[in-house]
């Protein structure tokens, strides 16, 4: 009973395919990007890709993940296992409510300093919510370079946040 408990968010975020072979007929739909060869070498001697595509997940939360399929036989090095999480967070990552998500839910789901997000943060306070792009970029002293690679995964509603880093 105990190892089903275990075992069953790995089965929900993963969705255990019959191995390689499941994983390989859908692999030519992932995102191209660095640390997908890693990812279809490490990650396919387990797992489908039908449920890592409709979860999302902040880079500690892949992160967390990948240290227990470690613990459980993935076979990587240091840096492979790095490209995975870095790739991972990229294309599967959550969405953050630019104007709802706390400094820290910024900081570990867009990948920024914890500067830019409290600048971000103080922003917000001081001039009201942000309604698109155009108003980030006013932000003083952040790294707007950085903010552009996460573009896509920022939304500007002021509509309740759904879960997770969208808070």
């Known amino acids: 009973m105990y190892y089903q408990r275990l075992l069953a968010p790995v089965a929900l975020v993963f969705g255990l395919l019959s191995g390689p072979t ?23 001697q387990c797992h489908g890709l039908a449920m890592v595509t409709s979860h999302r997940n902040t880079a500690d939360g892949w992160s ?24 991972l967070a990229a294309n599967f990552g959550l969405k953050v409510n630019i104007n709802k998500a706390s400094a820290s839910d910024l900081s570990s789901a867009l990948q920024i300093s914890s500067a830019d997000a409290a600048a971000i943060i103080h922003y917000r306070e001081t001039a009201g919510e942000f309604k698109d792009w155009s108003d980030l970029e006013k932000v003083p002293h952040i790294d707007i370079k950085k903010l552009e690679s996460e573009k896509d995964r ?9 879960a997770g880093a969208s808070k």
């Open 64 to 87: 967390a993940v990948i240290d227990d399929m470690v613990s459980r036989g993935a076979q990587g090095t240091d840096d492979d296992f790095d490209l995975v999480i870095k790739y």
């Open 22 to 44: 499941a994983y390989a007929q859908t692999s030519q739909e992932l995102p191209e990007g660095k640390g997908k060869a890693q990812f279809m070498q490490i990650c396919s």
């Open 154 to 162: 920022i939304e500007f509603s002021s509509k309740p946040a759904s």
